[in-house]
């Protein structure tokens, strides 16, 4: 529970964070241009775009899968959702007549969509910076290992042996 409760933060922070940027980026990375209206309508979209972005996260169940072995699907998934979030909040936005240029949704999704990626992916990163540094000695005479058969689900098995931090002998693969 706590570490969907630290996801929920860290995307709510993503949202700000991109959208802001996106307003900063449009606007030659200068605070003292951009127009007030601008400002205001970026405070007025920030509340949809946030509760889009929590259920659809919900509903593609991006706060339910295990992170330690994120690949491509989470990626995909992490992908449309915030593709989706961009739309439906810029179609909200559209509709309640808060005018914002249009690079703001663009650059803005793409932030989004980085930054709540890198947040999925984190984890995994993380631990095989920890792994790789953790000073593992190497085995003189490294274990082989054959997985035979197993498709992807081999693959995540043999990258998950590798970047384990309770194996401390070397590895030759051979798939």
């Given at each position: 529970?706590?570490?969907?409760?630290?996801?929920?933060?860290?995307?709510v922070?993503?949202?700000?964070?991109?959208?802001?940027?996106?307003?900063?980026?449009?606007?030659?990375?200068?605070?003292?241009?951009?127009?007030?209206?601008?400002?205001?309508?970026?405070?007025?979209?920030?509340?949809?775009?946030?509760?889009?972005?929590?259920?659809?996260?919900?509903?593609?169940?991006?706060?339910?899968?295990?992170?330690?072995?994120?690949?491509?699907?989470?990626?995909?998934?992490?992908?449309?959702?915030?593709?989706?979030?961009?739309?439906?909040?810029?179609?909200?936005?559209?509709?309640?007549?808060?005018?914002?240029?249009?690079?703001?949704?663009?650059?803005?999704?793409?932030?989004?969509?980085?930054?709540?990626?890198?947040?999925?992916?984190?984890?995994?990163?993380?631990?095989r910076?920890?792994?790789?540094?953790?000073?593992?000695?190497?085995?003189?005479?490294?274990?082989?290992?054959?997985?035979?058969?197993?498709?992807?689900?081999?693959?995540?098995?043999?990258?998950?042996y590798?970047?384990?931090?309770?194996?401390?002998?070397?590895?030759?693969?051979?798939?």
């Amino acid at each position: 529970m706590k570490k969907k409760a630290l996801i929920i933060i860290a995307d709510v922070l993503a949202a700000v964070i991109s959208y802001g940027a996106a307003l900063w980026l449009r606007f030659d990375l200068r605070m003292t241009t951009i127009p007030p209206e601008y400002l205001e309508g970026y405070g007025l979209f920030l509340p949809f775009c946030i509760v889009f972005m929590l259920v659809i996260y919900g509903l593609l169940k991006l706060y339910n899968s295990i992170w330690s072995y994120a690949g491509l699907s989470e990626m995909i998934r992490t992908f449309f959702a915030s593709m989706l979030t961009a739309i439906l909040s810029s179609i909200v936005s559209a509709l309640l007549l808060i005018r914002m240029p249009m690079g703001f949704y663009l650059m803005g999704w793409v932030f989004l969509f980085l930054l709540t990626a890198f947040i999925r992916i984190s984890y995994r990163l993380l631990r095989r910076i920890l792994h790789q540094h953790s000073g593992n000695k190497v085995a003189k005479h490294p274990k082989n290992v054959m997985i035979i058969g197993a498709g992807a689900a081999g693959r995540t098995l043999l990258r998950e042996y590798v970047t384990s931090q309770f194996v401390t002998e070397s590895v030759r693969c051979f798939i």
